[in-house]
């Protein structure tokens, strides 16, 4: 089974403070992800990388920062963190869309609730 | 990509056949329908996708009428188990990108 993990269930910080969020992925896949998931807001793509060293801005890309070393490792940095990134933030992988008989298969981790005070 | 408008939530009961119907009027001729799951603090999973007529597997049919506006997620038989919440994407031709909407939150009682 593949398998994504997160670095942490639940997370908390303070306001200003650098935050590492670490996900590793078992699998080969090529892409990788990072979601925040609001209430009412539904989850919306923050970055998403499809090679090492490479990354796109999703849809909410402001406060946020990626860096992909390894193609089995995606971290997703918070420079100075502020309240209203207070969040769950999920991770997910996947193989290229054109690669796949599946496209847009992707598979999630648990998921890591930070709270920013 | 497409937008997708799906009910907010839908209530059932066990044993009965859950129908979530999706709507993407603005589907391109290479998208795909993809439905995903997601339970309480769980990230979504996948269930099942399709690009046009009717595609079933174990957990769920999909049907898709020929002018591909809208979709049906088809959950027959549902159990306690399937209470989550059920989100509707069109994947566009690269099929890396998802958006994912609000999802339908589906509650099965006893």
């Known amino acids: 089974d593949v398998k994504v993990t997160q670095s942490s269930r639940y997370l908390v910080k303070r306001t200003g403070e650098k935050v590492f969020l670490e996900c590793v992925q078992d699998m080969d896949h090529e892409n990788m992800f990072w979601y925040r998931q609001d209430p009412g807001l539904g989850l919306r793509l923050i970055y998403f990388?499809?090679?090492?060293?490479?990354?796109e801005k999703g849809d909410i890309p402001e406060g946020y920062s990626v860096s992909r070393e390894k193609k089995e490792r995606f971290s997703l940095i918070l420079e100075s963190a502020s309240t209203n990134q207070t969040s769950m933030y999920l991770c997910?992988?996947?193989?290229?869309?054109?690669?796949?008989?599946?496209?847009?298969?992707?598979?999630f981790g648990p998921g890591t609730r930070l709270t920013v005070l | 990509l497409a937008k997708t408008t799906q009910p907010i939530s839908m209530d059932s009961y066990e044993g009965q056949e859950v129908n979530i119907t999706c709507s993407h009027n603005n589907i391109a001729t290479n998208d795909y329908i993809t439905w995903y799951q997601q339970f309480p603090s769980q990230g979504p999973r996948f269930i099942i996708q399709g690009y046009k007529t009717k595609v079933t597997n174990e957990v769920a049919s999909l049907f898709i009428p020929a002018d591909r506006k809208s979709s049906t997620l088809s959950l027959p038989r549902v159990s306690l188990s399937d209470t989550a919440v059920y989100y509707c994407l069109v994947v566009g031709a690269a099929g890396n990108k998802l958006t994912f909407g609000g999802g339908t939150r589906v509650l099965v009682k006893p």
């Open positions: 990388s499809y090679d090492v060293k490479m990354k």
């Open positions: 997910a992988s996947s193989f290229p869309g054109t690669a796949r008989n599946s496209r847009g298969e992707q598979f």
